[in-house]
């Protein structure tokens, strides 16, 4: 004898819920790792800076940076606001290297895909931490916020000083990869 057919009503109720929670468990689990992915694309991000932007076609004297890092920013130790600080850094760093100045002897395909990865990796942080890099509750000469923008608005005014020559973005290419150093140290802080 044959088992009666019977529905079971509780899978139907459940297919929505689970379809309500794949979204969320996928961006969890894009998230997971998140200091690795960050380690990774530091050393992505500095090995096409190299590709990117090799020396000016005549020598150039080295500036002392008049736009130092920040010091606030290395005494960073809470994981959260490290990872703010990166996303912070690396919104500055893809205005800057998109300027339409931009040297001509820096490879091209490098330079796009710099900033390609700089974008991609902005909005992945985004997305892993909603809220960030919204508010700024530290006011004053310490607040971190501040420092970053102070600090890129003297790149752009070095770039500015300096008619966007070869010579100054070489500078400018030399800080962007202290920069990447600073965030590779500001990683370590992160949160995984």
Same mark, same amino acid.
């Given at each position: 004898?044959?088992?009666?057919?019977?529905?079971?009503?509780? +899978?139907?109720?459940?297919?929505?819920?689970?379809?309500?929670?794949?979204?969320? +468990?996928?961006?969890?689990?894009?998230?997971?790792?998140?200091?690795?992915?960050?380690?990774? *694309?530091?050393?992505?991000?500095?090995?096409?800076?190299?590709?990117?932007?090799?020396?000016?076609?005549?020598?150039?004297?080295?500036?002392?940076?008049? *736009?130092? *890092?920040?010091?606030?920013?290395?005494?960073?130790?809470?994981?959260?606001?490290?990872?703010?600080?990166?996303?912070?850094? +690396? $919104?500055?760093?893809?205005?800057?290297?998109?300027?339409?100045?931009?040297?001509?002897?820096?490879?091209?395909?490098?330079?796009?895909?710099?900033?390609?990865?700089?974008?991609?990796?902005?909005?992945?942080?985004?997305?892993?931490?909603?809220?960030?890099?919204?508010?700024?509750?530290?006011?004053?000469?310490?607040?971190?916020?501040?420092?970053?923008?102070?600090?890129?608005? $003297?790149?752009?005014?070095? +770039?500015?000083?300096?008619?966007?020559?070869?010579?100054?973005?070489?500078?400018?290419?030399?800080?962007?990869?202290?920069?990447?150093?600073?965030?590779?140290?500001?990683?370590?802080?992160?949160?995984?």
């Amino acid at each position: 004898m044959a088992a009666p057919a019977t529905r079971h009503p509780c +899978l139907w109720h459940g297919a929505p819920v689970l379809l309500l929670l794949l979204p969320a +468990l996928s961006a969890a689990l894009s998230c997971a790792n998140l200091r690795t992915r960050q380690s990774t *694309f530091n050393w992505d991000s500095l090995q096409l800076l190299h590709a990117m932007a090799p020396s000016p076609p005549q020598p150039c004297d080295q500036h002392d940076a008049p *736009f130092p *890092f920040p010091k606030t920013l290395l005494a960073i130790q809470a994981p959260r606001q490290a990872t703010d600080t990166i996303l912070r850094i +690396l $919104r500055h760093l893809f205005t800057t290297l998109s300027n339409e100045n931009t040297p001509a002897h820096w490879d091209s395909q490098a330079h796009q895909q710099l900033l390609n990865q700089l974008h991609s990796q902005i909005q992945h942080l985004q997305r892993c931490l909603p809220g960030t890099g919204t508010d700024s509750k530290s006011q004053g000469p310490h607040n971190p916020w501040l420092s970053i923008t102070t600090y890129f608005q $003297r790149i752009q005014d070095f +770039l500015r000083t300096h008619n966007h020559s070869p010579c100054a973005w070489d500078n400018v290419r030399l800080e962007v990869q202290t920069c990447f150093q600073r965030i590779h140290n500001l990683t370590r802080t992160m949160a995984d």
